[in-house]
T-cell receptor
Framework: DTGVSQNPRHKITKRGQNVTFRCDPI?????LYWYRQTLGQGPEFLTY????????KSRLLSDRFSAERPKGSFSTLEIQRTEQGDSAMYLC?????????????FGDGTRLSIL | KNEVEQSPQNLTAQEGEFITINCSYS?????LHWLQQHPGGGIVSLFM???GKKKHGRLIATINIQEKHSSLHITASHPRDSAVYIC???????????FGPGTRLSVLP
């Protein structure tokens, strides 16, 4: 069990640029979540995948945000035309539905800074 | 009103003290998750519960579904317990979690 891996750990970019983050979940986990966390706040749900299907999306996920999980394994989160308000920690988590109420396992996050 | 509230917002304790962190929520839930977040961002799952009580080492989590309330207790607190403790709830429909704002705990030696 290598845990949930996120890349890159940090991303600094200029306003208006596109960025893409990657999440590799624990291999046998079929559920994958993306969250956003700003300083001093708890994480906010962005989107959820069951295998390759994106089943839930938050209203926070504007049309500049898109997430994919093409083969039901790793996932990518892309932000187009970044804005200063996008600066945050982006967290990925995974879990399994083989048993009920299995906890989510979190990656260390990608910290995005928009200049 | 936020769906998930936590109290206290900040807590400072002396090593060895018994600590209680509270979480209250306003919607029906299927599960409640207690998480620990250390400086630098790493989040660790502590408990996932839907009823009753769970214990792991010095940590105890309880939930009262009727009162929409959960507590996280730490016995014999230690400076390494210093972290932000976050409560998150999953509603009765869907899989997404709503997170509380967290309780920042500092345990002094």
């Amino acid at each position: 069990d290598t845990g949930v891996s996120q890349n890159p750990r940090h991303k600094i970019t200029k306003r208006g640029q596109n960025v893409t983050f990657r999440c590799d979940p624990i291999s046998e986990h079929n559920r994958l979540y993306w969250y956003r966390q700003t300083l001093g706040q708890g994480p906010e749900f962005l989107t959820y995948f069951q295998n390759e299907a994106q089943l839930e999306k938050s209203r926070l996920l504007s049309d500049r945000f898109s997430a994919e999980r093409p083969k039901g394994s790793f996932s990518t989160l892309e932000i187009q035309r970044t804005e200063q308000g996008d600066s945050a920690m982006y967290l990925c988590a995974s879990s399994t539905d083989r048993l009920s109420n299995q906890p989510q396992h979190f990656g260390d996050g990608t910290r995005l800074s928009i200049l | 009103k936020n769906e998930v509230e936590q109290s206290p917002q900040n807590l400072t304790a002396q090593e060895g003290e018994f600590i209680t962190i509270n979480c209250s929520y306003s919607v029906g839930i299927s599960a409640l998750h207690w998480l620990q977040q250390h400086p630098g961002g790493g989040i660790v799952s502590l408990f996932m519960l839907s009823s009753g009580k769970k214990k792991h080492g010095r940590l105890i989590a309880t939930i009262n579904i009727q009162e929409k309330h959960s507590s996280l207790h730490i016995t014999a607190s230690h400076p390494r317990d210093s972290a932000v403790y976050i409560c998150a709830v999953r509603g009765n429909y869907g899989q997404n979690f709503v997170f509380g704002p967290g309780t920042r705990l500092s345990v002094l030696p």
